[in-house]
């Protein structure tokens, strides 16, 4: 008789001996490289192999590499070329030993069985081992899907350039997104392409064809990812690609790592084509395309019982209150409900035992079922990763958008400036900017480094000349004057209130006039009364100010290292006085600590520039500044302008912030990776309980696909529970948090209560996270469940 079972006889020596003589010639192999110094070289073709591009080939062409560099360099230090060579040999004969050592069992003797020429059994009958159609559906799906995402992002952010330079002007060079936007919109196209591409493989094959999943993603899908993570390493590749693909490369940037984004966006990609794969398999598993669930969900609802009002409200509760509490009033209330109706069942069992009996049994059977309790947890587990996640990004969000609000409060949105040398024409380059679509302000500007200096003590700053006309439509300094002062007193500066000996020299005895004598009281001789100088005016920050101990009114002096004046005893520092006009206050301790204002004339005296530095910009749409600064660069005719966003001037402050999120955001999501532990472990429970059902269902015909729906949409329902609960109380605690408020130490955090921020798109993607996972985690036990047997259920019946 032949038997069913595929037989393999393994001979361990041989397989032990072969990899121990294999490791020995990978060791060979690689010290030789190493030596000569040839890693560079063969390094492409072994990374090719390890991926079977290029296999036994691609391997002896990297070692035919090494002689010739060990003779060039002559460092080769284990002797000859021959040396090597027997490593590569060594590594060749190892594999051959595993081989040798591996084989299948002889066929037996005897003849055929009694069922030799029956009909094969449907399911096998219809079995195939693998599918090109659906390989290349799979990889080809994946590919195209990296190339829509690239080639949509780089269209939609850059847009389709005008050869007419006054509709370049004016209407901003054709059609064009902000890069984020456009990101969003590309990656939902490839995510669509990607599930349609699993569907359509899926339904061709009628099962999951995994074999041919893996291939198609490792082949087709890995060299997209693979090469923009080498293009960021690689100098010679970013001046090839860099260029053509800097749309996607400043997207990525975002993150302060490229490189986790490429591998993130390559994973979403294959999230979807995984979803398309399971959803076609469910859809055409049975060899039609099924899509009615009206069935499947009848089951499902009743067979878990998911949205039962008691597990919904006592889940609401653990999460809004906590656990304690919450379960100790439940047990409270459940031990008196059960002493209750134990002390009436007994004293019915005095007059009817058999009413007791009955009693007693519909007692036990309203207790709940270990299957129940596990369904509690799992719904409590998703609600409590979403509400922990909607809670910190929503804190983090907030934080992120405060400290956002303070920097473009401060600083602009833009920057036009010149690659040298300073702005002379600024007020025709003003002219033209006015014209570009987008922009909410302008105003010129120089900046520079300095020391200021007061009685009291000296620090090094930046101080920046304004214009007070128009900085007010560019950025919040003129509101964040305090005390009521305004930015107006630096066209008046005999206007500021002066005090300490400059008011002592200004005082004059009653009656007399300006030329009245004074007598001196160090010379000991008249003259006539002195007049408090009247000093440029100067606009500090709140701690700059405490740090000098200067207060509005008191002198300070400015010394500019970069510029010197001549004196008797030489060049000296370009120095001068100012008086303190304005203190302004914006939240941020580095602003406050180092910024000073001056009038932009002051500026140019002092400094000896001729225009401006460069022309500070608004724009409409925060997200699209790097966009517009890009057309304002078009209208003013290219080089030598250019054009810096905020996100550009402050890429390390906010990839880190949203860096940090993201893993915070990934870290928190574990929560509910756990949660889908539970589902699993729930969901093979009502396999193993309802083994029975299932047989019955197939008896009647309900095929494969249908017992996968009903499994499916019992993971699905725990999923969608819990996150609805999750959201609800995530949002309930972010209100509570922004209406009552945590008091934080501004001196500590520069806010005083922690911030809240409830971004929509950021909130749904945590429940939708959510349901995907327990979707992804209730794949398994539908397989399990929809591979049971009507024979095998019912055998015991």
């Not at 010290?31 to 390890?50: D, F, K, M, N, T």
């Not at 359509?200 to 490792?218: C, D, K, N, Y």
């Not at 290219?638 to 955001?665: I, Q, T």
């Not at 955090?749 to 429940?767: D, F, G, S």
């Amino acid at each position: 008789m032949h038997s069913a079972e595929r037989q393999t006889v393994h001979r361990w020596s041989l397989i032990w001996a072969g990899g121990l003589v294999a490791l020995v010639g990978l060791i060979l192999v690689g010290l030789s490289i190493s030596a000569s110094e040839a890693w560079a070289e063969v390094a492409s073709a072994l990374g090719l192999s390890l991926f079977g591009w290029g296999g036994v080939a691609q391997l002896v062409d990297g070692v035919m590499l090494l002689p010739a560099q060990a003779a060039a360099k002559q460092s080769l230090p284990l002797g000859s070329p021959g040396f090597l060579w027997s490593g590569a040999l060594a590594w060749l004969v190892g594999w051959g030993l595993i081989a040798s050592g591996i084989r299948r069992a002889p066929e037996p003797t005897e003849g055929p069985s009694p069922a030799a020429g029956a009909p094969l059994y449907p399911r096998l009958a219809r079995y195939r081992d693998f599918y090109w159609s659906t390989l290349a559906a799979y990889g080809g799906g994946i590919l195209l899907a990296e190339l829509v995402l690239v080639l949509l992002q780089t269209v939609l952010s850059s847009g389709v350039p005008s050869t007419d330079l006054s509709s370049a002007r004016d209407a901003g060079g054709g059609l064009s997104l902000p890069p984020t936007g456009a990101f969003a919109i590309a990656l939902v196209v490839a995510g669509l392409v990607a599930f349609i591409s699993g569907f359509v493989g899926a339904s061709r094959a009628q099962r999951l064809a995994l074999p041919e999943a893996t291939i198609g993603v490792l082949y087709l899908g890995l060299p997209v990812p693979i090469l923009l993570t080498l293009m960021e390493r690689i100098p010679s590749l970013q001046l090839a690609l860099g260029y053509r693909l800097r749309e996607v490369t400043y997207v990525a940037g975002l993150l302060g790592r490229p490189e986790l984004a490429y591998w993130l966006t390559f994973t979403g990609l294959v999230l979807a084509l995984v979803l398309g794969i399971n959803t076609g398999f469910i859809a055409a598993g049975s060899g039609r395309v099924d899509l009615k669930l009206g069935f499947e969900l009848f089951v499902a609802r009743r067979h878990v019982a998911v949205f039962r009002p008691s597990l919904l409200l006592g889940t609401l509760a653990v999460l809004m209150f906590g656990i304690i509490p919450p379960l100790l009033v439940y047990f409270i209330i459940r031990a008196a409900e059960a002493a209750v109706e134990k002390t009436r069942i007994r004293s019915l069992g005095l007059s009817d035992p058999l009413a007791a009996s009955e009693a007693l049994h519909k007692l036990k059977l309203r207790e709940q079922s270990p299957t129940m309790m596990m369904t509690a947890l799992s719904v409590g587990g998703v609600g409590v990763g979403v509400m922990a996640l909607i809670i910190v990004l929503s804190v983090m969000s907030g934080f992120e958008a405060d400290l956002q609000q303070k920097i473009l409060g401060t600083n602009a949105h833009a920057v036009v400036s010149r690659y040298a040398g300073d702005l002379p024409e600024y007020p025709k380059v003003m002219e033209t900017i006015r014209k570009v679509p987008g922009i909410a302000g302008q105003t010129p500007f120089i900046i520079n480094q300095v020391m200021i200096a007061s009685e009291g003590n000296v620090d090094g700053v930046i101080i920046k000349g304004i214009d007070p006309k128009t900085v007010g439509d560019v950025t919040d300094l003129p509101r964040n004057i305090l005390g009521g002062g305004s930015l107006d007193i630096l066209y008046t500066p005999e206007k500021i209130l002066s005090r300490g000996g400059d008011e002592e020299e200004a005082e004059t005895p009653a009656g007399e006039g300006d030329g009245a004598p004074a007598e001196d009281d160090i010379i000991r001789r008249t003259g006539p009364a002195k007049k408090t100088p009247v000093l440029p005016g100067i606009v500090i920050g709140r701690e700059l100010a405490a740090s000098l101990r200067v207060v509005v009114g008191d002198r300070v002096n400015v010394v500019s290292p970069l510029g010197t004046e001549l004196s008797p005893s030489g060049p000296v520092p370009k120095n001068r006085a100012y008086r303190v006009a304005a203190i302004f206050y914006s939240g941020m301790y580095e602003y406050d600590s180092k910024f000073v204002y001056i009038l932009l004339k002051e500026a140019q005296d002092f400094f000896g520039v001729q225009g401006a530095s460069g022309i500070e910009l608004k724009v409409l749409d925060i997200d699209d500044a790097r966009r517009i600064a890009g057309q304002v660069v078009k209208a003013l005719g290219g080089y030598p302008y250019r054009a810096r966003d905020w996100g550009e001037m402050n890429k390390n402050l906010f990839s880190a912030l949203r860096l940090e999120k993201l893993v915070m955001g990934i870290i928190l999501s574990i929560i509910i990776i756990v949660a889908a532990g539970l589902i699993v472990a729930t969901v093979i429970m009502l396999v193993l309980e309802k083994r029975k059902e299932i047989s019955v269902l197939k008896a009647l015909g309900v095929p494969d696909g249908g017992i996968v729906k009903i499994f499916l949409a019992e993971g699905l329902q725990i999923g969608v529970a819990g996150g609805l609960l999750g959201l609800f109380s995530g949002l309930s605690w972010c209100l509570f948090i922004e209406k009552v408020g945590i008091k934080l130490d501004p001196e500590v955090y520069y806010i005083p209560a922690l911030p809240v921020r409830v971004e929509p798109l950021q909130t749904a993607l945590a429940v939708v996270i959510a349901v995907l996972v327990t979707y992804l985690a209730s794949i398994y036990p539908a397989l399990k469940a929809s591979s049971v047997e009507p024979v095998e259920g019912l055998k015991a019946e």
